[in-house]
């Protein structure tokens, strides 16, 4: 039977074997701040198991190239496979490859379409992303709230549109606009995507602000994002005080933004926990051992009360 375990902190699986252990590991995008945390977090943890090593390859945003990667892991025999998708609607195939050879595959961080379909040597660990962009909406609103705002304008901006987190993120946005538990009346103007990219997010925020339209919020789906509009809202004489920014990760770079007073709001994403999680899963998988399909790592709000918490985290 396939089980929803929730959990705070890293599984508590077996972290040695009496035999040699190799994973492979393709992730989606080497360049990339959050997704190079989980990557150096997870090889920094594989390197205190006895008798495990770890390939790491870079996907570099391709799918085929991805795709490739899992079959030439299969084709050198390791022992099990991490992956990170690229695309989290073309996982099937991935999926398919692993479970055609016996390979346990585990997907980290971003959720594969066929996440209820997995067959048993294969999972999933990540966070629940209805909580993270729930978190960070219900921040903002209080926040506006706290000014005496009854109505509030807002830009969003979304993620790589054929990832899950970007869907689920923006809307959980929505969903807490129709729940009556904002307080406050708020109205997108535009939301676009930046493909999780700063330099997009700033040219998207320029644009914007080219429009000339009142706005009192700007909802990133990421902290890159988030950091790419605060760059454009400063470059166009906006007073960092007289707009909310949200994000999700809690990157050292936002946290530093936190600081400066220009970053409001985030949501701590364990990307170490996220990436030890998954070494530990596909490790007693290829032991034969049964483990919880899906493993969800609590997300945490962080905001500037509480962020020196979480200021060693990512």
Known sequence: MKKTLIIGGVM????????????????????????????????????TLDGVEIQVEDAQNDVAKQLDQINNFIASGVDAIIG?????????????????????????????????????????VASNEVESGTLQTLEVCRLLAEQGLTEANIYVIMGELSNQAAVVRTQDIKDVMASGDCGVTLTILDEQTSNWRRDEAQNL?????????????????????????????????????????????????????????????????????????ALDAALALSRGEAVEQKVYIPFQLVNPANIGDYLTSN
Not at 87 to 108: C, E, H, I, K, R
Not at 209 to 223: H, K
């Open 12 to 47: 508590a699986l077996m972290s040695t074997t009496a035999t040699a252990q190799t994973v492979g590991v393709s992730m989606a995008l080497f360049d990339d701040n959050f997704l190079t945390v989980l990557r150096n977090g997870l090889e920094e943890y594989a390197g």
């Open 84 to 124: 990170n998708p690229v695309d989290t609607s073309a996982t099937q195939a991935m999926s398919d490859a692993a479970d055609a050879a016996g390979v346990p595959l585990v997907y980290v961080n971003r959720q594969p379409i066929n996440v209820d379909a997995l067959p048993d040597n294969q999972a999933f």
């Open 205 to 277: 925020m320029t644009n914007w602000l080219s429009a000339g339209e009142e706005f009192q919020a700007v909802i990133a789906n990421n902290d890159e994002s988030a950091i790419g509009a605060i760059q454009a809202l400063k470059a166009g004489g906006v007073a960092m005080e007289d707009v909310v920014v949200a994000g999700i990760d809690a990157t050292q770079d936002a946290l530093a933004a936190m600081q400066a007073g220009e970053l409001d709001v985030t949501v701590f994403q364990d990307a170490a926990g996220q990436g030890s999680g």
